[in-house]
């Protein structure tokens, strides 16, 4: 988009609060309306105050000076508090929506995106916005009115010198579009060199442990100050930019003024009836007019870098949201899922992720999907809640092709756990009740821990469900985050279940607490088990065996035994894994007590 519609664009933002900004404009106005009054008062007490005054003017002119700057005092409160709010609202109003947008965004944006620039976005970006919509408008808007009052009075004096000083008009206008550009270029990149900044910081803090104990301290130090150092650059060309402007316009009305002083010099000394007065208040008014023709060149470079963040916001805004064409909504689905010739591939990617699968999975029912890294496990299971949508073919729920049902039924009607458990930074009662489930009772709450087998360690807790867990669940082992993700899910009984390896990482104590509260949490739902430990998923009704996204071999776990394929194959793999560390352990055990 251009300058004029991303600003115009800004202003609708604006535009809710039309009725404060129009008390804001009234209040410009009014300030502009007493910027002629002083050189006014200048002629009148040169040409007429310090002659022969009456005992009324005496007293007039002086409450005049005090009621003129009393009521311009009221205006400029006004309008600057009034703008003031405007802008804060704004900035309210454009967080508001890009974290709404931000929400319903599909899962292939955050794959593209880095959480830290995203942050910036709205953190950062947006407070630079307001320069544009409401601290250049205010600055525009009332600079301009003071610089017409000032002409009108200065045409009302003399017309011809004023004339003369509008010639440096186009000159000014010039400077300002030449530098303009480089402006913008330098907010630009400005910003981008904030989010990455923001990136960094997320990323080196949040993997604190791993920088101390890797040595990573100088390795991240480097990258901070090399992004540090682009944002430093991108400041400084904003900066000569923005420097450059202001001089050469001075420059500019400076020659102005000294051509019409000498005029007006010259006028005075041919007796042309110009009073000492009206001399002093031209000149007088005619270098007030250098302020808010300073304020307006000025006003570029905040104009510029309010424009390059309008850019960035609206690049959130104008992301396309999930796509949620589906009219039909289901209440509790059976659970009935079948996959028709469905292959799909992630955008931009070398090969596809699955190719033609045709899966039958009855309700009920518990479907193991295993296979090497990359075999297409968590792309199939991914495309149930709607994550990702098929390249080609169909998946229907209980008869439903999903892509008909709305996003929030489908989802209404699937819980997840993974071995990435996510914990908000809050108590544990809202971690369990988390979404819509927001609603339920501490009974319900505690039920749900219950069968997850997670109210033992709760209840010890000084403060019970209403414990803070820290930032992701920092302040619990990963046994009892496991087991909240597992309670999370019992409260929230959807009819279908994925579970991400969910006994993964863990000690065998809360490894075999944790099974048990899925196998009691499997019971009655369709389940979708991404399997990396086979272990865990021999009572499976169905284990499908995924290789390059296709399926090469499903059936129950004796039944792929017996095939001596790839299934067997995994299995002998991983027995000599476990077997070689036990023996490693073993050894290791042994050499300790020897010595």
């Not at 311009?72 to 454009?94: E, H, N, P, Q, Y």
Request: proline share 3%; hydrophobic share 45%; aromatic share 6%.
């Amino acid at each position: 988009m251009s300058s004029r519609q991303i600003y115009f664009r800004l202003l609708t933002w604006v535009k809710p609060y039309w009725r404060v900004f129009v008390i804001a404009i009234l209040g410009m106005v009014a300030t502009a309306a007493t910027e002629p009054v002083a050189p006014w008062l200048l002629k009148t007490l040169i040409d007429n105050g310090f002659k022969a005054a009456s005992e009324r003017e005496i007293i007039l002119l002086p409450l005049a000076i005090v009621g003129i700057f009393i009521l311009r005092g009221i205006a400029t409160f006004t309008s600057g508090f009034s703008m003031a709010w405007i802008a804060a609202r704004v900035v309210f109003d454009l967080r508001q929506a890009m974290f709404g947008r931000l929400m319903t965004l599909p899962t292939r944006f955050y794959d593209d995106q880095s959480t830290g620039v995203l942050i910036s976005k709205v953190a950062y970006d947006v407070t630079n916005v307001t320069q544009a919509a409401t601290g250049v408008l205010t600055t525009v808007v009332r600079d301009s009115l003071t610089i017409l009052g000032l002409l009108g009075y200065l045409l009302y004096l003399d017309w011809k010198l004023t004339l003369i000083a509008l010639t440096v008009g186009p000159v000014i206008t010039g400077l300002i579009r030449i530098f303009s550009k480089r402006l913008r270029a330098a907010a630009r990149s400005g910003y981008s060199a904030m989010g990455v900044i923001t990136h960094i910081l997320e990323e080196a803090v949040g993997a604190h442990k791993v920088v101390k104990i890797f040595g990573g301290q100088q390795y991240e130090k480097g990258r901070f100050d090399q992004v540090l150092n682009t944002f430093r650059r991108a400041t400084m060309r904003e900066a000569a930019a923005a420097a450059a402007t202001v001089p050469l316009t001075q420059i500019a009305v400076s020659i102005s003024v000294a051509i019409i002083t000498y005029m007006a010099l010259r006028q005075s000394n041919s007796d042309s009836g110009t009073t000492v007065g009206e001399f002093l208040s031209f000149i007088t008014a005619l270098v007030m007019l250098l302020a808010p023709v300073k304020r307006l060149t000025d006003v570029s470079a905040p104009l510029q870098r309010g424009l390059a963040a309008a850019e960035s916001v609206f690049q959130v805004l104008d992301e396309v949201a999930e796509d949620d064409r589906g009219t039909k909504r289901i209440e509790r689905a059976r659970g009935h899922l079948q996959f028709e010739q469905a292959n799909f591939t992630y955008p931009n990617a070398p090969r596809p992720a699955l190719i033609d699968i045709d899966l039958d999975i009855q309700p009920g029912q518990t479907v193991a999907l295993v296979g090497h890294s990359g075999s297409g496990k968590s792309s199939l299971a991914a495309l149930v809640p709607r994550f990702y949508h098929l390249t080609q073919g169909t998946l229907r729920l209980d008869g439903h092709p999903l892509e008909e049902l709305t996003l929030e039924s489908l989802r209404d009607n699937i819980a997840m756990v993974s071995q990435d458990v996510v914990l908000f930074n809050d108590t544990v009662r809202a971690n369990i009740a988390y979404g819509h489930s927001q609603m339920a009772t501490d009974a319900q709450i505690e039920a749900a821990a219950r069968a997850a087998n997670a109210w033992e360690f709760i209840s010890q807790m000084e403060n019970g469900l209403l414990t803070e867990v820290g930032e992701n669940g920092v302040k619990l082992s990963g046994g009892q985050r496991q087991r909240l993700a597992i309670a999370r899910a019992f409260l929230k009984n959807a009819p279908i279940l994925i579970l991400d390896e969910a006994t993964s990482a863990l000690d065998t104590e809360s490894e075999r607490l944790i099974q048990a509260a899925l196998d009691t949490l499997i019971v009655g739902r369709t389940t979708l088990v991404i399997a990396h430990r086979l272990s865990t998923i021999e009572r499976a009704d169905l284990i499908v065996v995924l290789d390059q996204g296709c399926i090469v071999e499903r059936g129950r776990h004796a039944e792929l035994l017996a095939q001596d394929g790839v299934y067997a194959k995994l299995q002998r793999i991983q027995r000599e894994s476990v077997t070689a560390e036990g023996s490693a352990l073993e050894e290791s055990a042994q050499t300790h007590v020897s010595k």
